[in-house]
């Protein structure tokens, strides 16, 4: 257990449906990231925050994706009418000035399956 | 394209033998990562090598870089069952992380 946590574990859902993934990161941490994690693959980046701020967007997170950090602690990432090819497995990670050289420290992630 | 590559994409070996996997990467980095991901999993961070260094080691892992080639290799030594996974270098990339695709690794009993 890094200390990052993620909710839900798995979610089913049918396509056009809205989802909402939550990430908690290792409380001291100021920067949090989201990938995506397809099989066979190793992690995509989709965002970035630092505290509050998004501070970058991959172009692979298109119009129905938004992430959020209201609060400069946990995260939300939404994605609305999702598609089947949204189906993969949602990775969160965190790290802070104190960690080493950007170390991140990853959730379990929530595995999406859409139908 | 990603920045990293791993290599070889797949790895089945004994109990007890040493694996090596080999990451190739694409501009200058200022450290390289090693992180692996158990089945279903999310992604655990084994070991970081600096652009200043050629060789780390962390009880059974060996990381080695060659910047001249950019390249980096991880070394697991007696492996184990347990070392069953897939294992994914990393480097910093402007704001983010960038992984390759993997190697896997299956050790068998």
């Known amino acids: 257990d890094t200390g990052v946590s993620q909710d839900p574990r798995h979610k089913i859902t049918k396509r056009g449906q809205n989802v909402t993934f939550r990430c908690d990161p290792i409380?001291?941490?100021?920067?949090l990231y989201w990938y995506r994690q397809t099989l066979g693959q190793g992690p995509e980046f989709l965002t970035y925050?630092?505290?509050?701020?998004?501070?970058?967007k991959s172009r692979l997170l298109s119009d129905r994706f938004s992430a959020e950090r209201p609060k400069g602690s946990f995260s939300t990432l939404e994605i609305q009418r999702t598609e089947q090819g949204d189906s993969a497995m949602y990775l969160c990670?965190?790290?802070?000035?104190?960690?080493?050289?950007?170390?991140?420290?990853f959730g379990p992630g929530t595995r999406l399956t859409v139908l | 394209s990603q920045q990293g590559e791993e290599d070889p994409q797949a790895l089945s070996i004994q109990e007890g033998e040493n694996a090596t996997m080999n990451c190739s990467y694409k501009t200058s980095i200022n450290n390289l990562q090693w992180y692996r991901q158990n089945s279903g999993r999310g992604l655990v961070h084994l070991i970081l090598i600096r652009s200043n260094e050629r060789e780390k080691h962390s009880g059974r892992l060996r990381v080695t870089l060659d910047t001249s080639k950019k390249s980096s290799s991880l070394l697991i030594t007696a492996s184990r069952a347990a070392d069953t996974a897939s294992y994914f270098c990393a480097t910093f990339y402007g704001q983010n992380f960038v992984f390759g695709p993997g190697t896997r690794l299956s050790v068998l009993p």
């Open positions: 409380s001291e941490h100021n920067r």
């Open positions: 990670a965190s790290s802070g000035q104190s960690t080493t050289y950007n170390e991140q420290f």
């Open positions: 925050f630092q505290n509050e701020a998004q501070l970058e």
